[in-house]
């Protein structure tokens, strides 16, 4: 399986502070990632996909990078309603497998 | 406007089974992959598998392969499954998602399996 190393697996940012969250693959995922929100008590949505396409609705403060094993997401600007989990998922082989998930909490 | 609803969770013994579903509607529901993802309580998401519109693909990670089965029912827009053999590890909330191209765009609002005696 396809290990996806998340990091950090907490962080804690100020209103408007730029905030960056990396996954790791053990093997190159030709930009074949997701990353996803998940607030308290919600279901997780979908944000990024292939890497770095923003899905529709999501703001544009929220953007993904990377390719080969290394990839990231950014919050340009955190935001109150920015506080949440945040999990990478990758979908180049099989099983597909999600990182361990960032705890974001505002300070 | 996309949903998905599952049913079908509950406290159930360990070594015994339980079918979950997933009620599908605001789209065509047969042109879609769906998925399951389950979360633990406090932990991270788990993807379980996967079906194709025609039910001739199913993929599973391995180790849930032998105790957890997908199918679905186009004419009932449902998507099901169908776990045995559950212990404590498989306690968790499970989503039914629509996929696309393997992300999951849309996700229902989970169903909570406890398995305890």
């Known amino acids: 399986d396809i290990q996806m190393t998340q990091s950090p697996a907490s962080l804690s940012a100020s209103l408007g502070e730029t905030v960056s969250i990396e996954c790791l693959a053990s093997?190159?995922?030709?930009?074949?990632l997701a990353w996803y929100q998940q607030k308290s008590g919600k279901s997780p949505q979908l944000l990024i996909y292939?890497?770095?396409r923003l899905q529709d609705g999501v703001p544009s403060r929220f953007s993904g990078s990377g390719s080969g094993t290394r990839y990231s997401l950014k919050i340009s600007g955190m935001q109150p309603e920015d506080e949440a989990d945040y999990f990478c998922q990758q979908s180049y082989k099989y099983p597909n497998t999600f990182g361990a998930g960032t705890k974001l909490e505002l300070k | 406007e996309v949903k998905l609803v599952e049913s079908g969770g509950g406290l159930v013994q360990p070594g015994r089974s339980l079918k979950l579903s997933c009620a599908a509607s605001g789209f065509s529901f047969n042109d879609y992959w769906m998925g399951w993802v389950r979360q633990a309580p406090g932990k991270g998401l788990e993807w379980i598998g996967e079906?194709?519109?025609?039910?001739?693909?199913?993929n599973y990670t391995p180790s849930l392969k032998d105790k957890f089965t997908i199918s679905r029912d186009n004419a009932q827009n449902t998507l099901y499954l169908q776990m045995s053999k559950l212990g404590s590890e498989d306690t968790a909330i499970y989503y039914c998602?629509?996929?696309?191209?393997?992300?999951?765009?849309?996700w229902g609002q989970g169903t909570l399996v406890t398995v305890s005696s």
């Open positions: 093997e190159g995922i030709s930009n074949d």
């Open positions: 998602a629509r996929e696309y191209y393997g992300w999951f765009a849309y």
């Open positions: 079906i194709n519109q025609d039910s001739s693909t199913i």
């Open positions: 292939a890497a770095s």
